[in-house]
């Protein structure tokens, strides 16, 4: 369909290297597209006015891959008696529209990103992946009958016969992005959630399943009812390390949660469950724009969603800890001499990932806290229902004047994303000169609190006793009775006492804080809720 106010002469397709005895047809006759190395383009007998339409059909055989990598493993799809991965980002089973930028790029033959002007948003801009509008699917596949064949949509058909299984697979709901996966799998049904999985390691599916269930139903509270019928996730063979969040039909790799090893402190298989089920939401219902930024309403979206649902589901202690190992992986692989703001970020640069998926994620949490829980979700919700629908895609500038009324100060506001989207604010609190006296009520705690690093935020400083939460591991023995017994190594009871800092860059302040219990420490930001360097160096032993 021709979606632009003016005539459309010709149609590029970009078709895959892999495809072998290919053949075309135009509105169901046969056509010879124009052959630009694999990047085929159509020209209609007359361009196509706005809004007219022609159907283009294909057909090809191939193998795919067409045998080894050079250092074995690093495929992201596939067709191989190990399972199937098949998506609609490339060209592996249908083309791709338009030409496809990085096809025979390489990390020796890389060409230079595409400079936007930073009103690059204005006016309509197009999908940074996927169709430009939703469209109905139906799949047909074909293929051994020992083989389960999942795509998007539901079920309508399952038949064997002679030893192949067809599985048909239709939309309920018009979606954006395709994909197949294939697999010899065992299955695990939850609430209106389906996990395919290998039954070699069934290690994980219980904490799986249930992170799908708790995704599905909080994120169509906080942001919109989930519109498909079914939700499933499918893992494939640990050729490619990744996973990728496709309308109603999630991929993951066995290599990422089904055989992970969780602890406390880390739950990697809750992570990557709900950062990528959020993709139904944050990509797939909501689509970013193409352009600087733009991911960020992807990926950076979705691991503040995991954030939220660390939350709910696992309690403050599990949302704190994700968050410290996100600011600490930004930390680690940040490049601040070359780092852009938020607003410039295009995935051109070598720190623009972490920038993308840690700082971004980060931002949206300290925006949500910044506005009060009620007036966030309502944003979200009016953002995706604006621009779900319609083919102009929104920037990230975009998301920003979308939730501008529903901040509860407009000034604010202005300021927050002023040093958090348009710079590059990054606090650093360091502590000094902490001391402690006894007094009549209890204990004064006196300490200078300062910002090396940049950026305005206010931030909690907290006098503790104890431990907040002390690890299951560690066993009290309880005497007959209750009583406990003569030596046991009891956990003192967690204590603390707070105040507020705003400090600017370079800034110091001399706070006080008075408990009514004996501190032996003290902590900036204790509920891990502002993005920061360098953590464990904001604590102060008294």
């Known amino acids: 369909v021709n979606p632009h106010a003016m005539p459309l002469a010709s149609i590029p397709l970009t078709g895959g290297l892999h495809w072998d005895s290919l053949s075309w047809t135009l509105n169901g006759a046969p056509y010879e597209p124009v052959d630009r190395k694999r990047l085929y383009v159509f020209t209609p007998p007359a361009p196509l ?10 057909q090809w055989n191939g193998a795919f891959p067409g045998g080894v990598t050079k250092n074995g493993g690093g495929l992201r799809e596939f067709i191989l008696p190990s399972g199937v991965v098949l998506t609609a980002f490339s060209p592996s089973f249908m083309p791709v529209i338009g030409f496809m930028e990085d096809v025979g790029e390489s990390k020796e033959n890389r060409m230079e990103r595409r400079e936007y002007p930073r009103d690059h948003w204005k006016g309509v801009t ?42 048909r697979w239709e939309t309920d709901h018009p979606i954006k992005l395709l994909n197949v996966i294939c697999g010899r799998w065992k299955v695990k049904d939850g609430d209106g ?40 996730l499918s893992e494939f063979p640990g ?9 109603t039909n999630i991929t993951f790799s066995e290599n990422i949660g089904f055989l992970t090893k969780n602890d406390e402190k880390s739950n990697a298989t809750f992570m990557v469950t709900a950062h990528e089920t959020a993709h139904q939401w944050w990509g797939n219902i909501l689509t970013p724009a193409e352009g600087p930024g733009g991911n960020l309403l992807s990926e950076g979206m979705s691991h503040f969603s995991t954030l939220l649902l660390f939350e709910q589901v696992k309690g403050a202690r599990a949302r704190m800890e ?36 840690d700082r971004g994620g980060w931002v949206f949490w300290m925006l949500y806290d910044f506005m009060g829980r009620e007036r966030a979700l309502e944003g979200y919700r009016h953002f995706i ?69 940049t950026g305005r935020m206010p931030v909690e400083v907290a006098a503790t006793a104890g431990e907040r939460w002390p690890s299951s591991a560690r066993k ?37 804080i008075r408990c009514d219990f004996e501190p032996k420490r003290v902590v900036v930001d204790p509920d891990v809720r502002v993005l920061q360097l360098n953590r464990q160096l904001a604590v102060a032993t008294l």
């Open 476 to 512: 009290v023995p309880v005497a007959v009775g209750g009583a406990e017994p003569e030596g046991a190594d009891a956990t003192p009871p967690y204590r603390e006492a707070r105040t507020t800092v705003d400090l600017g860059a370079g800034e110091s302040k001399r706070v006080t």
């Open 49 to 58: 006015a706005p809004g007219d339409s022609v159907v283009i059909g294909w």
């Open 322 to 357: 994700f968050a410290k190992r996100i600011e600490a992986h930004y930390a680690d692989n940040r490049r601040p001499d070359d780092e852009r703001p938020l607003y410039d970020i295009d995935g051109g640069r070598a720190s623009d990932e972490t920038v993308t998926y």
């Open 193 to 232: 959630t389906t996990i395919f999985y290998s039954p070699k390691h069934p290690y994980n599916i219980e904490e799986m399943s249930a992170t799908l269930d708790a995704a599905r139903r909080y994120y169509s509270e906080w942001f919109l009812p989930y519109p498909w019928k079914e939700l499933k």
């Open 126 to 167: 197009r999908a940074a992946f996927g169709a430009t509008s939703w469209f109905p699917a139906r799949v047909s596949i074909t293929a051994p009958e020992a083989y389960t064949l999942n795509s998007a949509g539901v079920c309508t058909q399952n038949v064997v016969e002679n030893g192949w299984r067809t599985q």
């Open 385 to 453: 229902r604006t621009w779900s629908v319609g083919r102009d895609h929104p920037a990230l500038q975009d998301f920003v004047a979308s939730m501008r009324p529903y901040a509860p100060d407009a000034v604010a506001y202005d300021a927050f994303v002023k040093q958090w989207f348009e710079d590059r604010a990054m606090p650093q609190y360091r502590l000094r000169d902490a001391a402690t006296v006894a007094t009549a009520e209890g204990y004064e705690v006196t300490v200078t609190v300062r910002n090396i690093g």
């Open 239 to 247: 050729l490619a390390n990744y996973a990728q969040g496709f309308g």
